[in-house]
């Protein structure tokens, strides 16, 4: 079966600090995979998705950077973080019928 | 830019008593598909209808689709405390670009 791995879960990082959220899926093969950031309680704001390795697509101009290695892999990024940056930030996977989410990251930038 | 927005907001109800959510989109859709977020947690996918569907059962959860009207309505029956969560409509445009749109959320708070 399908699984998604994202790591680490919680995260606090210092103003300027860089940052790397991880995203792995197992039980597929190219899949298409996508970075969010939920603001408390709010909705889900598309960072990044990509069809395959290394194509990234941005889709918000930001601090943040994504790539892709391998097949399954999914990498965040930010070279010096922003305040702003806090958030939860979910990976998923998936296609028109459906995503399957990370358990999310909660990084908060002090 | 998000297609679905969810109304109300908020919703507070009693164990027992059924929950309703809706969800407007603005352009055509392939499908709908509404998602659960526990707190602190990954979405989960719910249930998926499609456009030629009026009306879909999965358990507990009723979900209803009016393209007339670009509108979708979420019916939890006999809540629990355990569906405490948000929940999330997403749309995949017909037009769109393989991606789905997401809705703002709507928070269900079930009190035992």
């Known amino acids: 079966s399908q699984t998604i791995h994202q790591w680490p879960a919680t995260l606090v990082q210092p103003v300027g600090s860089p940052l790397s959220l991880e995203c792995t899926v197992e039980?597929?093969?190219?899949?298409?995979l996508y970075w969010y950031r939920q603001a408390a309680g709010r909705g889900l704001q598309l960072l990044f998705y990509s069809v395959g390795i290394g194509q990234i697509s941005s889709e918000v101009p930001q601090n943040l950077s994504a790539s892709r290695p391998q097949d399954r892999q999914f990498i965040l990024s930010s070279k010096k973080l922003l305040l702003s940056d806090s958030g939860f930030y979910l990976c998923?996977?998936?296609?028109?019928?459906?995503?399957?989410f990370g358990s999310g990251t909660r990084l908060t930038v002090v | 830019s998000q297609q679905g927005e969810e109304d109300p907001q908020a919703l507070s109800i009693q164990e027992g008593e059924n929950a309703t959510m809706n969800c407007s989109y603005k352009t055509s859709i392939n499908n709908l598909q509404w998602y659960r977020q526990n707190s602190g947690r990954g979405l989960v996918h719910l249930i998926l209808i499609r456009s030629n569907e009026r009306e879909k059962h999965s358990g507990r959860l009723r979900v209803t689709l009016d393209t007339s009207k670009k509108s979708s309505s979420l019916l939890i029956t006999a809540s629990r405390a355990a569906d405490t969560a948000s929940y999330f409509c997403a749309t995949d445009p017909y037009y769109g670009n393989n991606r789905l749109a997401f809705g703002k959320g709507n928070q269900v708070v079930v009190i035992p």
């Open positions: 039980g597929t093969s190219n899949p298409n």
């Open positions: 998923a996977w998936g296609g028109t019928y459906g995503y399957t």
